[in-house]
């Protein structure tokens, strides 16, 4: 079994900040992108940031030189700094891993259970 935990939503201000963490646990071998998403009320979910294991980022047009992401490999954890936050920001966030559970099996994406953000104006 693999599990992904958030942690670090909850309601801001316009201009303020916040920090959300996931956490992998279970058997794992190895994890290669681990990103975040998110879906506002009525609308589609969408990519926010990713990263490799190796350090590459990828970022939602929206967000550039807002949000930061980034990634401890040691304890499988990945990180979302937003700083500067909207309105339009305000969604559930989902922590996302695409990962190997041992060296004989296949990549599988796997789903935290997501944590609201909301911003207010």
């Known amino acids: 079994q693999v599990q992904l935990v958030e942690s670090g939503g909850g309601l801001v201000q316009a201009g303020g900040s916040l920090r959300l963490s996931c956490a992998a646990s279970?058997?794992?071998?190895?994890?290669?992108?681990m990103g975040w998403y998110r879906q506002a009320p009525g609308k589609q979910r969408e990519l926010v940031a990713a990263?490799?294991?190796?350090?590459?980022?990828n970022y939602a047009d929206s967000v550039k030189g807002r949000f930061t992401i980034s990634r401890d490999n040691t304890k499988n954890t990945v990180y979302l700094q937003m700083n500067s936050l909207k309105p339009e920001d305000t969604g559930v966030y989902y922590c996302?891993?695409?990962?190997?559970?041992?060296?004989?099996?296949?990549?599988?994406?796997?789903w935290g259970q997501g944590t609201q953000v909301t911003v207010s104006s």
């Open positions: 279970g058997t794992i071998f190895s994890i290669n992108v």
């Open positions: 996302n891993a695409e990962l190997k559970r041992s060296v004989l099996m296949g990549t599988s994406r796997y």
């Open positions: 990263i490799t294991s190796g350090g590459s980022t």
